[in-house]
């Protein structure tokens, strides 16, 4: 596992050396390690608690200000495994999309996962930070990012920020560069993707066409009407429930907007390296010298499904 700095030619992830290398090989003095408030003052710039939903839990969960960081881990969910992983790697300050403590809690006994996970941290000087749906909002956040994957273009928000830019807010709608059938397109979405177990689910006519495309990484039944309103004839998103489903599909017109479901950790995940890297390029133009990766534990919940076999019509595992 090794440090994210730059992007690849073909635009993929490259991982290679750290700000205070890139700096040595110019002559440059050696950057300073930055503390946990350096960090904190440049995560603001780029994703603004402002633009996080009055419902969510955005910031500093658990660390010292005043402490030094010299390596950073970016992940999905702040759970047991991937806090380990962040442990083993050395890191002082994890950055998750997912709060650790949403709903809030009367105890941080370590005899609850929640409470364990907090006890880890601190035992083990990381700090960890929330950034939600302030993360959803922002310009590069997590709807920008699956969008661009997907080569949209014109992309514009489907809820704009109350406090925001005009291009900020929460979910994504956009042009594909050319008309394609809805199979196609949701083999376009399942190449993009990490790969989980549950795969894409697809609402819709296979031979149906699509241009124009809705996307909310994570859970985005709520905005069905902000899709509705857009004309998407395509809506990508995760964990679609059956009657918000049944519905948008009882109320579409000429069978649009088609739905198309992900996992909720895939649809976020695509994130974390765009967020890495752009972490990386505010602390490098303040000369900090800093480490950061992204996690490698898939935290999907599942593991396998059942899916209607071939030929005799038994259960087929994916």
């Known amino acids: 596992m090794e440090p994210v700095d ?26 300073s390690r930055p503390g946990l408030a350096d960090v904190l003052l440049a995560v ?14 955005v910031g500093l969960v ?6 030094t960081v010299e390596r950073i881990m970016f992940a999905v969910d702040p759970n047991l495994e991937v806090i380990d992983e962040a442990l083993d790697w050395g890191a002082q300050l994890l950055i998750t999309h997912h709060p650790l403590l949403l709903k809030g809690a009367k105890s941080v006994a370590a005899t609850s996962g929640k409470g364990r996970a907090v006890h880890r941290l601190i035992e083990g000087g990381c700090a960890l930070l929330t950034v939600h749906t302030n993360g959803d909002s922002a310009v590069g956040g997590v709807s920008d990012v699956l969008a661009d994957a997907l080569g949209l273009t014109a992309v514009s928000p489907l809820t704009p920020a109350t406090l925001g830019l005009p291009e900020e807010g929460i ?4 042009e594909l560069p050319g008309i394609m059938s809805l199979g196609d397109f949701a083999e376009h979405v399942f190449r993009v993707l990490p790969s989980v177990a549950g795969g894409v689910r697809v ?16 859970a985005g039944d709520s905005l069905f009407d ?3 309103a857009s004309g998407a004839d ?20 000429n069978g649009r907007p088609y739905l198309i479901d992900l996992s909720h950790f895939a649809s976020e995940w695509l994130w974390l390296p765009a967020a890495a890297r752009a972490l990386g390029n505010v602390l490098r133009d303040q000369e900090f010298d800093v480490e950061l ?22 259960a087929g595992w994916t």
Request: hydrophobic fraction near 35%; glycine fraction near 16%; include cysteine.
């Open 62 to 67: 658990v660390g010292r200000p005043d402490a």
């Open 234 to 253: 395509v809506y990508v998103t995760a964990d679609l429930r059956h009657h918000p489903a049944s519905e948008a599909r009882e109320s579409a017109v």
């Open 6 to 31: 730059k992007a690849d030619d073909d635009g993929g992830t490259q991982f290679s050396g750290s700000a205070g290398e890139a700096r040595a090989e110019t002559g440059a003095p050696p950057a």
């Open 293 to 314: 990766v992204v996690s490698q534990t898939n935290t999907d919940p599942w593991d396998f499904i059942l899916t209607p076999g071939l030929g005799g019509g038994g």
């Open 44 to 57: 603001e710039e780029l994703w603004p608690e402002s633009l996080a939903e009055d419902w969510d839990a």
């Open 203 to 218: 609402a819709g006519d296979r031979q149906g066409l699509v241009r124009r495309v809705a996307v909310c990484g994570g």
């Open 171 to 174: 979910g994504r709608v956009g």
């Open 226 to 228: 902000e899709v509705r």
